[in-house]
């Protein structure tokens, strides 16, 4: 058995690699939306040679996350992605999150067959009116269907990720009723970052205050016994105060375009100064003055730049 992680100290346990920046959906919590109002997006997206190269210079780890901000199954190169990643023997497990409207079946079970070792598509809710709100674009029966022709066909373990806001929460056990109707679904419910907070700007009013964290908690807890085909988490505890992310020493992000970034919610390469994982070795990488400072920082408090994320230090 591998030694405690010690706070403060670099262990890579997962890497995310953002494989591309677009989306066909315009979700309301999403980076990618906020930006996008204000002209500040890119659609960038990580060939497989560029992926072929930062593979190259990723640590062995647990897990590899082929998804950032944006939809995995948008790149034509997905495959060939999964595949090196897979052949390169580096990592436990491969996995992604998906909207599950971009691609049929098919194509799942193609990633599942070039090495992905288990797929999360996301559903905030299954009801029209809801969905039209937190995740625009989607249509919820053609969402419907794509769930319950992956329960019972893909060839590799699917689960389910929630985000729940204030504009869902009184429809999450509807949603997890239409859920058990469609198949077998481990569902990950998780709370909204606030992405106004992220870029500095007003909060947007749509995180789970403490009582909708306790009004989902029991809600997940009613839940329980009346849904046999689920397995319901809720990956954010109701209190959390006090406690650090230790995700910046544990969990880097590589953006689409190769370069280093703090966290999969910090996820600007300017904060490390730019430093493309296709050149450099992420290790190395990480040990460079500005990463080191930035590292040394974060170690000692939270930095402003947190406020916002769903993994920051809850005051209430
Ligand atoms: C950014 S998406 C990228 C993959 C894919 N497009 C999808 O939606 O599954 C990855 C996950 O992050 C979630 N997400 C997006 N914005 C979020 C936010 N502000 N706070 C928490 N999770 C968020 C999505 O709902 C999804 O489950
Ligand atoms: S589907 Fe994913 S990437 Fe696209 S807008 Fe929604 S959360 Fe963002």
């Known amino acids: 058995m591998s030694a405690p992680w010690v706070w403060g100290e670099v262990s890579v346990d997962t890497v995310q690699v953002e494989t591309t920046r677009e989306c066909n959906l315009k979700c309301k919590g999403c980076l990618r939306t906020v930006r996008n109002r204000s002209g ?12 072929a190269l930062v593979l190259s210079n990723l640590p062995p780890c647990r897990i590899l996350i082929l998804n950032g901000t944006g939809e995995p199954m948008l790149n034509p190169d ?13 990592f436990e497990a491969i996995t992604f999150n998906s909207n599950g409207l971009t691609a049929d079946i098919a194509a799942y079970e193609a990633l599942a067959q070039a090495g992905l070792s ?4 996301s559903v905030d809710s299954l009801t029209q009116a809801v969905a039209d709100v937190v995740r625009r674009g989607t249509k919820v029966e053609k969402l419907a269907v794509r769930l319950k022709e992956l329960s019972a066909t893909l060839s590799i373990p699917l689960t389910v990720t929630t985000v729940v806001s204030q504009d869902n929460l009184l429809d999450v056990p509807e949603t997890l009723a239409r859920l058990n109707d469609l198949g077998r679904f481990t569902v990950y419910l998780t709370d909204l970052s606030d992405v106004e907070l992220l870029e500095g700007r007003a909060a947007s009013g749509q995180v789970l205050d ?11 807890e009613k839940s329980r016994g009346q849904f046999p085909h689920l397995d319901v988490i809720l990956t954010q505890p ?14 880097p992000f590589i953006d689409a375009e190769g370069f280093l970034a703090p966290c999969c919610t910090l996820t600007d390469a300017h904060y490390y100064g730019r430093i493309s994982i296709a050149q450099t070795p992420l290790v190395e990488a990480l040990k460079m003055p500005m990463p080191d400072r930035w590292l040394a920082d974060y170690a000692k408090a ?8 769903q993994h920051a230090i809850r005051s209430a």
């Open 118 to 121: 288990f797929l999360s598509i």
């Open 40 to 51: 500040n997006w890119t659609n960038s997206r990580m060939r497989a040679d560029l992926f």
């Open 238 to 251: 109701t209190q959390r105060e006090g406690e650090r992310c230790p995700a910046p020493f544990r969990h």
């Open 78 to 90: 997905i495959a060939s992605i999964v595949g090196l990643a897979r052949a390169s023997g580096k």
């Open 302 to 309: 939270e930095p402003a730049a947190c406020q916002g994320c």
């Open 210 to 220: 403490r009582q909708g964290r306790m009004l989902l908690t029991s809600l997940v």
